[in-house]
C-alpha cells in the first residue's frame, strides 16, 4: 500500500494526518507514505526531513513547483511500491483502521477503486452513496458520481496499465478527469461504507468555496463532460452522467437568491460562457430527468431568456420552507412515530405542490410567472425525488434519526428509533432539524411544533422511565432531550430497549 500525499508549506496543519497514520492498525511495515513535495522550499523540506527521519515508512519527493496538487499525484503513482494507491490530502486525516480495511475490501472483491467513506468535518458528506457496502457498484446506477473526490483507493496496476493521470497544471474539476477516467476503465469499483476511512476537512478559503471564473472555469467543465460524450454511447446511461454536472455545475449557480447576489456582469459573463457547452451537451433526454424547478431553469437556460431566469430567480428567493410535527405518538414495539407537515410556499401559494403533483395553475396565476408560463406546465408532475430527512443537530454535527421518506400533500410520517434519538454520543441533547428536498429545492429547516404536538411523549414506555423525550422550546422548535446522568450510555439504554423488546414479543405470544 502507498498513500499518497501532495504536500505545499504544510505547517502544523499536517501534523493530524501524521498521526492518524501513525496510528494504523496496518502494520508500518506493510504500506509506505509519499510526501510530494511541491517544490515549498528549504522550511519545508527541513520539516519533511525531520518527519522521514523517525518514520522508516516515509519516503519524501521533493519536485519543482506546479501550485497544484495534480502534478505531485502523478509522481506519486510513477514512485509507488505498493499494490494499491491511497491519496490523501495534507490537512486532511485517516480514520486509524482505514487502510487495514481499504486494503481487505479491495484484496477481496478483486477492486480497482475502493470508494471509502468519507466523514465531512466542518463539510457536509452525500449521505446516499454511503448507505451499504457495495462490493461491484456500476456507474449510472449506483451513486458513484456523489463523490469525485480524489480520496479514494487506486490498484496501482490498474492506473499504470491504462495510463490514468491527473492534468499537469493549474486545472479546475481535475479531480473529476481523474476519477472519471478511472471509473469508466474500471472493472470492478467497490465502495465501503461499514468502517469510516478518510476524513475530509473543510478550510477556509478553498478553491471550492470560491465564486467561479466563468471564463476559466467551463472550458475545463467542457473537458469533463467531452471525456463522457467520447467514452459513453448515446442513451440513458450517458444522459444520466451528463445531467450530473448540469445540475450542479450550472443549474444550481443560478438558482434563486444565489443568481440574485451575482452582479450584472458576472451574470452576462456566466451565461456566455455556459451556453456554448449546454447547446453542445444538454438534449431532451438530459432535461427529462431534471426535478420541476431545475427544469423551468433548463427550458429557460437553453433559450437563453435570461431576464425571464433572473424573474424565476427573484420568485424563488422569496419562497419559505416550514416542517412542523403534526402528531407524535410512541408504538407498541418501541418505535417514536412522527407525522410532519411539509411546506414550501411563497405567500399562501403551496409552490411544491403545484409543480410536483402537476398542477401548474396555481404558478400561472401569480403574474409575475407568466412570462414563462410554458416552462411551468412543461415541468410540472416530475416531483419524484422529493424527499425529507430528519436529523439532531448539537455542536458535533448532525446524527440521522429516520430513513428518509418522500412527502405527500398529506405531509409525511417517520419512525424513529429510540437508540438513535437518545443513546447518542452528542451530549444532552439537540435541536431537530429536516432536509427537504422538494420539486427541486433543497432546504435545511428546523422543526417546529405546536404545544400540544409533543405531550404524548415526554417519556418513552419502553425505556422504563428514563428521561428521553422530545419537547418544544421557547422559540417552537423540536428538540431532543438526553439526560446522560440517569445512564451510562448508548449500551444500558441498547440492553433496555431490547429486554423490553423482548417482553412485549413474550406477551404477544401468550
Request: positive net charge; charged residues 30%; hydrophobic residues 40%.
Amino acid at each position: 500500500m502507498s498513500v499518497v500525499v501532495p504536500v505545499y508549506v504544510p505547517g502544523a496543519a499536517i501534523d493530524p494526518l501524521l498521526a492518524s497514520l501513525d496510528r494504523q492498525t496496518l502494520p508500518s511495515d506493510q504500506f509506505e507514505v509519499l510526501l510530494c513535495d511541491d517544490g515549498s522550499g528549504k522550511q519545508t523540506a527541513e520539516q519533511l526531513a525531520g518527519i522521514a527521519v523517525d518514520r522508516p515508512n516515509v519516503r519524501v519527493l521533493s519536485l519543482p513547483h506546479t501550485g497544484w496538487p495534480g502534478t505531485p499525484r502523478n509522481h506519486g503513482i510513477d514512485a509507488a511500491a505498493g499494490t494499491y494507491v491511497q491519496f490523501v490530502d495534507q490537512d486532511d486525516y485517516l480514520f486509524d483502521a482505514a487502510l487495514e480495511r481499504l486494503c481487505d475490501f479491495a484484496d477481496r472483491n478483486g477492486s480497482d477503486i475502493v470508494v471509502g467513506r468519507e466523514v465531512g468535518v466542518g463539510r457536509r458528506i452525500p449521505r446516499r452513496i454511503f448507505r451499504h457496502d457495495v462490493p461491484r457498484a456500476t456507474l449510472g446506477d449506483d451513486p458513484l458520481l456523489d463523490m469525485l473526490t480524489p480520496h479514494k483507493l487506486f490498484r496501482t496496476a490498474f492506473l499504470r496499465e491504462h495510463g490514468i493521470r491527473y492534468p499537469d497544471g493549474r486545472v479546475r474539476l481535475e479531480d473529476h478527469l481523474f476519477v472519471m477516467r478511472a471509473y469508466l476503465a474500471a472493472r470492478t469499483i467497490s465502495i465501503l461504507s461499514s468502517e469510516p476511512c478518510y476524513a475530509w476537512v473543510r478550510h477556509p478559503g478553498s478553491a471550492s468555496s470560491s465564486r467561479i471564473d466563468p471564463d476559466q472555469y467551463f472550458p475545463h467543465l467542457a473537458n469533463v463532460l467531452a471525456l463522457v460524450d467520447a467514452h459513453v454511447e448515446q442513451g440513458d446511461l450517458r444522459d444520466r452522467l451528463l445531467r450530473h454536472w448540469y445540475r450542479g455545475k450550472m443549474l444550481r449557480r443560478i438558482a434563486g437568491q444565489r443568481l440574485m447576489n451575482y452582479p450584472e456582469a458576472y451574470r452576462t459573463r456566466f451565461f456566455d460562457a455556459a451556453l456554448p457547452l449546454v447547446r453542445r451537451w444538454v438534449g431532451d433526454g438530459v432535461e427529462e430527468g431534471l426535478p420541476p424547478a431545475e427544469r423551468v431553469r433548463s427550458r429557460l437556460l437553453r433559450a437563453d431568456r435570461r431576464d425571464d431566469l433572473a424573474d424565476f430567480a427573484r420568485w424563488e428567493s422569496e419562497l419559505r420552507c416550514r416542517v412542523t410535527v403534526t402528531s407524535a405518538r410512541w408504538t407498541r414495539g418501541g418505535g417514536l412515530a412522527l407525522a410532519l407537515s411539509v411546506g414550501v410556499t411563497r405567500g399562501e401559494t403551496d409552490a411544491a405542490a403545484s409543480l410536483s403533483e402537476g398542477d401548474a395553475g396555481e404558478w400561472t396565476a401569480d403574474p409575475s410567472l407568466r412570462p414563462f408560463r410554458d416552462a411551468l406546465i412543461e415541468a410540472a408532475g416530475t416531483g419524484r425525488r422529493d424527499r425529507v430527512a430528519v436529523s439532531v443537530r448539537t455542536d458535533r454535527g448532525d446524527s440521522p434519526l429516520a430513513k428518509v421518506s418522500r412527502p405527500t400533500r398529506e405531509g409525511v410520517r417517520l419512525a424513529i428509533d429510540p437508540l438513535r434519538a437518545f443513546a447518542g454520543e452528542a451530549g444532552p441533547g439537540g435541536t431537530l432539524v429536516a432536509s427537504v428536498r422538494r420539486a427541486g429545492w433543497a432546504f435545511d429547516v428546523p422543526v417546529t411544533a405546536g404545544p400540544g404536538a409533543l405531550a404524548g411523549v415526554r417519556r418513552s414506555p419502553i425505556l422504563a422511565g428514563r428521561p428521553c423525550r422530545l419537547e418544544v422550546g421557547d422559540d417552537g422548535g423540536a428538540r431532543v432531550h438526553r439526560d446522560p446522568s440517569r445512564g451510562r450510555g448508548r449500551e444500558v439504554l441498547a440492553r433496555t430497549v431490547r429486554a423490553a423488546r423482548a417482553r412485549l414479543g413474550a406477551v404477544r405470544g401468550r
